[in-house]
């Protein structure tokens, strides 16, 4: 197993760096000037991924040009393997191959020996902690992997599809980074993470620190830091995304650690929204998002999705049945934590909000399509509802689209009254 996986860890690294540029286009410095990759243990990152992931993933591959990837939902894991397996070799007369083939097969080898095990023993085989998984998977956990599909791992676990096709995606490139036997290979695709994730964390310490050029400055040493925890990365718990973050939260922590402050005046949302905020502009931008008279579910996903760079999907996933004055108290600690708030100006906007979980939706909200749309909980006690019953849709991506939606409108609304104010209207981006 391990020749064919070395194989496919080699053949992906060059298909995943065709599809980025050499060198890194608009994000300020050339990739030759990144330092080396750590050397590790050499470690097989994407053998992490659970068995339905990498089926998800090969069947996006292999079968979304001929439209049939929509329909291997409902297939056993055993099936699915077979028919991808057919897609391959050409045997299969309902599949369009949409790629060498050898550069999927081999990627069969490392699924083929646990499609016999139990969902909790697939869990259980590359990592000393798996709480969090089992009990993600918690009803399908003493199932045969054979026998489960796609959508039974969806619905078991709240999760989507599309998030482990980008997650092993990521994990494939992890592992050639790591391997430090063909170093090429490794650099590009070191390349191609670099492509895709080291814009966001610049924003992301952007956002954080009140001068652009130190921000660019510190998104780079958050680089090194990201390509120093490659192996910690777990494609089945979390987005590679959610690691490059945290090491640039870190990052950013070192960085006024240095300096003998904290970043309490520090905001930068990116984009055509609040940027390189003092205090006075994130006073007024919290004001303005947790004001009481908006519906209540609609900042806290502001909260996470915004200004803790949660995913919607991850929102949906985390917190859907939690109530939300729980939930609200868990923003707070965490936004605390993440800008070093300290003093009364977290606490002067966000009281307001929490006294609001204390009564009831109707007294909160006055608009009357949002009343209609929510009549069956206006008389509930708002910290007593679970963030689930505001959800209009019924799927997880439909969820995740309720979840967007709401912190959209939050979005709009804090952009629209900084405008208008010519005192504020400085806080905004160009």
Not at 83 to 101: F, I, K, N, Y
Not at 390 to 400: A, C, I, K, N, P
Request: proline share 4%.
């Amino acid at each position: 197993m391990s020749n064919n996986v070395t194989s496919l860890l080699h053949i992906f690294s060059f298909v995943h760096a065709s599809r980025h540029h050499e060198h890194l286009a608009g994000v300020g410095f050339a990739y030759a000037n990144l330092p080396e990759v750590p050397k590790h243990k050499p470690q097989n990152i994407l053998a992490r991924a659970l068995p339905h992931q990498i089926l998800a993933y090969v069947a996006d591959r292999r079968l979304s040009k001929s439209g049939a990837a929509d329909t291997v939902g409902n297939l056993r894991l055993a099936d699915l393997h077979a028919r991808l397996r057919a897609s391959v070799v050409g045997t299969s007369s309902d599949v369009t191959p949409s790629g060498p083939a050898d550069m999927v097969a081999d990627c069969f080898a490392l699924v083929e020996d646990r499609l016999g095990n139990t969902v909790r023993e697939a869990i259980v085989e590359h990592r000393s902690k798996s709480d969090r998984l089992l009990a993600r998977y918690g009803v399908l956990l003493d199932r045969a992997v054979r026998d489960v599909s796609l959508d039974e791992c969806v619905e078991a676990s709240d999760g989507d599809a599309q998030d482990w096709v980008q997650a092993v995606d990521d994990a494939i490139l992890v592992s050639c980074a790591l391997n430090n036997d063909d170093e090429p290979s490794a650099r590009r695709a070191l390349n191609a993470l670099a492509a895709r994730y080291i814009e966001p964390v610049k924003n992301y310490c952007r956002f954080k620190i009140n001068s652009k050029d130190d921000a660019n400055d510190v998104g780079q040493n958050a680089w090194i830091r990201i390509q120093s925890s490659l192996h910690q990365f777990d494609p089945a718990l979390a987005s590679f995304q959610r690691l490059a973050l945290r090491q640039a939260d870190y990052a950013v922590k070192d960085y006024y650690r240095l300096r003998g402050g904290t970043d309490s005046d520090a905001w930068d949302r990116g984009g055509s929204s609040p940027r390189f905020m003092d205090e006075r502009c994130l006073k007024a931008v919290l004001g303005e998002v947790f004001k009481t008279t908006r519906p209540p579910h609609q900042p806290i996903a502001y909260g996470y999705c915004r200004l803790l760079q949660y995913k919607p999907t991850e929102v949906v996933d985390s917190y859907a049945d939690e109530k939300l004055d729980a939930l609200s108290e868990r923003f707070s600690r965490e936004f605390r934590r993440i800008f070093n708030l300290e003093g009364e100006t977290f606490d002067e906007v966000f009281d307001g909000f929490r006294r609001s979980m204390d009564q009831p939706l109707s007294e909160i909200t006055k608009a009357p399509k949002t009343r209609a749309a929510y009549v069956n909980l206006l008389d509930r006690i708002v910290g007593s509802t679970v963030l689930r019953e505001y959800f209009v849709g019924t799927t997880l991506r439909e969820h995740s689209a309720d979840v967007v939606r709401w912190w959209s409108s939050v979005d709009r609304h804090v952009i629209a009254t900084l405008a208008k104010n010519p005192d504020l209207a400085d806080c905004l981006s160009d």
